[in-house]
């Protein structure tokens, strides 16, 4: 554990000089973060580690030698970061259990340089750089330059105020297009740009480079008779500063949270870059009664808008087995905070996959959400390379029973062949459970494997006779009398499922959800499907020469057939339940979109609405999409959809629509 956090300590003060001494950021934000956050862990959980040197003990790093060194009165600290909703809760819990009824400012966190701002008279004097928050760098003669920034205040008085510096995205893109004219490197981004542009020794550079400047905090606002930062936000416009229009004052944490989505929407449309939200406590009084850590004060947060894509180590390629027994290398990832959530693990799909992306272990990788939902593994960054990476290398036999596994030519899937492999069977048991299967509830991925281990549900038909187990059940940790009640009761509710979900969940090869449907549909029972030959199901939409095959061998293999009799006996539904679809002409033959939450209906069951009612459902906004249906929060789909004159309905519309 020490090591681990002696590296941590090497790996962040590294990055500090790369990146304010050399203006070489070699780290992106979300990787500096999470090195941080693991140091400050690792700090809280080990005091005895805790070292005077570490970077959490000081804001920034140290001062270049090419500017004089400022010493600020009062620290320029840095805010505290939080990253999901939960997070923003236990900000605000603090700040409750101090006895505080906590009001909140919410400002944009703008994507630039800090900077301290200081007059005499109404005189700009001295303008620095945050540096390491106690000392910074002179940088008056590149600030006078910026035309937002007031070189005589409306009042004649002596003051001090801070804000960020930064470069709009269109300034950025006409200087980009003219250094590629120039054969001169691109800048990378606004908050680079701006960094470096007021580090030039010669003010002229700087004036070209059309800098802005948002003000946003009075560092002792109590001098001037200001009780609240709202209050300290307008004495700043009144005195001449560029205060930021989307400040707002806001009465407690839920309503912070519904603007933080308000602004995440609108974040693209600014001409400014943005990475997040400033929250403060406005009552001044209740600030100083909160106090400040040695890094942060104690009374604010930033929450950062999650990544699009960041970047993490790819420290391993693991195997796992499906229910059909396909072979699936996974990346097992550096934890890395992305769109709100921790991500440890991505599917690498196949081995081609990982071959035409030419991934090694040890890599630095890109990952994002694909769909916003499940994490992929973009590329490798080739030029962080060490030298010290692995060749990816194919297993040649299971990882669950070691027995070989074969690739068909012209296939891009390895598949374990042993029938009685324990992972293709606890696969098939969790498929079978799940959601949009039988829809057990409480049946998760650890409760299966600790029944099939202990040997109470080898096959699908043995959940519908768990109770015979009660006794043994009932005395392993972590299963209570409620739990196991609950659970038998999940069981017997999936019996009067309709047949689809059971023709998806015993895991006929090649049949989804979707086609489930469709052959529920089209038989009626399973009994029905059980009849039919490969030339008849061939002749329905969606089902080709390999499923219709795959159908009738399912069915006229004896293990399957016994398999389906036992859940007869049990009195599982073999019928399907809706026979008959209720046309409803507000929806029929229409395309919606589902965004937000939605009061009185759940997504799913809309869905199944709209189905049976002659509609069809889709994840993403389209020309082709007739309606928008909205609820509570909704996210961009509502923008899009405006921009196409799409039809919307908002909860009341679609209740009078059903």
């Not at 998760?444 to 959940?463: A, H, M, P, S, W």
Request: contains cysteine; charged residues 30%; negative net charge.
């Amino acid at each position: 554990m020490k090591e681990r956090y002696e590296e941590l300590i090497r790996i962040i003060n590294e990055a500090n000089y790369q990146y304010y001494v050399l203006d070489n950021p070699t780290f992106t934000d979300q990787e500096f973060d999470k090195y941080y956050r693991e140091l400050q862990n690792l700090e809280e959980k080990y005091p005895e580690l805790n070292d005077p040197n570490s970077p959490t003990k000081r804001v920034g790093s140290k001062v270049i030698d090419k500017f004089e060194k400022v010493n600020h009165k009062i620290p320029m600290f840095s805010l505290q970061d939080v990253f999901n909703e939960e997070e923003l809760e236990d900000f605000d819990n603090k700040i409750v259990k101090a006895g505080i009824e906590p009001e909140y400012v919410c400002e944009l966190k703008i994507d630039g340089l800090s900077v301290s701002l200081l007059y005499e008279k109404g005189l700009l004097v001295r303008a620095a750089t945050r540096g390491d928050g106690v000392t910074g760098e002179d940088i008056t003669h590149n600030v006078k330059t910026i035309k937002t920034v007031p070189l005589k205040l409306n009042e004649p008085i002596d003051i001090e105020v801070r804000g960020e510096i930064y470069m709009n995205k269109a300034t950025l893109e006409k200087l980009n297009r003219e250094r590629a004219k120039n054969n001169e490197p691109l800048l990378q981004n606004v908050r680079n740009a701006a960094a470096g542009s007021v580090r030039q020794l010669d003010s002229k550079i700087a004036a070209k480079r059309n800098l802005d400047v948002w003000i946003y905090h009075l560092p002792n606002p109590l001098d001037y008779g200001i009780k609240t930062q709202f209050e300290a936000l307008e004495f700043m416009k009144k005195l001449g500063f560029k205060v930021n229009p989307n400040n707002r004052l806001v009465g407690n944490i839920k309503e912070v949270w519904d603007y933080i989505n308000v602004i995440s929407e609108k974040r693209f449309d600014l001409p400014y870059e943005i990475d997040g939200m400033v929250v403060k406590l406005n009552n001044l009084e209740d600030q100083n009664a909160l106090g400040n850590t040695a890094h942060h004060p104690k009374w604010a947060a930033a929450y950062k808008f999650p990544a699009l894509e960041v970047l993490t180590k790819l420290e391993d390629i693991i195997f796992t087995v499906g229910r059909t027994g396909k072979i699936t290398p996974n990346a097992v990832l550096e934890p890395v905070i992305l769109m709100g959530s921790t991500i440890r693990r991505a599917t690498l799909h196949n081995e081609d996959y990982v071959i035409a992306k030419d991934l090694k272990i040890g890599d630095v990788v890109s990952i994002r959400k694909a769909g916003d939902v499940i994490p992929e593994v973009v590329e490798a960054i080739k030029e962080r390379r060490t030298g010290v990476e692995k060749d990816f290398e194919m297993i040649t036999s299971c990882p669950m029973c070691n027995e070989p596994i074969k690739r068909e030519d012209k296939q891009t899937d390895w598949f374990c062949l042993n029938p009685h492999c324990p992972a293709k069977k606890i696969e098939g048991l969790i498929h079978f459970a799940s959601r949009d299967a039988m829809n057990i509830e409480g049946l998760g991925i650890q409760i299966i494997e600790d029944l099939y281990n202990l040997g109470y549900v080898k096959t699908i038909d043995e959940f519908y006779d768990i109770k015979k187990y009660e006794e043994e059940i009932l005395q392993l940790e972590g299963y209570g009398r409620k739990s196991f009640d609950n659970m038998l009761e999940a069981i017997d509710n999936s019996k009067s499922n309709s047949l689809e979900r059971l023709l998806f969940g015993i895991g006929i090869p090649g049949i989804g959800k979707k086609t489930a449907k469709i052959l529920a549909e089209r038989f009626n029972s399973i009994d029905n499907l059980m009849l039919a030959t490969e030339e008849e199901l061939y002749q329905i939409n969606d089902i080709g020469k390999i499923l219709s095959k795959n159908i009738v061998d399912f069915f006229q293999n004896e293990i399957n057939i016994e398999l389906i009799n036992k859940l007869k006996d049990y009195g599982i539904n073999m019928i399907y339940l809706q026979t008959v679809k209720k046309i409803n002409e507000n929806f029929a033959n229409k395309k919606f979109v589902i965004t937000g939450s939605l009061s009185f209906i759940t997504r799913e069951e809309l869905k199944t609405l709209i189905e049976d009612s002659g509609g069809a459902t889709t994840e993403s906004v389209s020309k082709n999409v007739n309606v928008l249906i909205v609820g509570e929060n909704p996210g961009s789909k509502l923008v899009k959809a405006q921009n196409l004159n799409i039809e919307i309905w908002n909860e009341e519309t679609l209740k009078e629509k059903i």
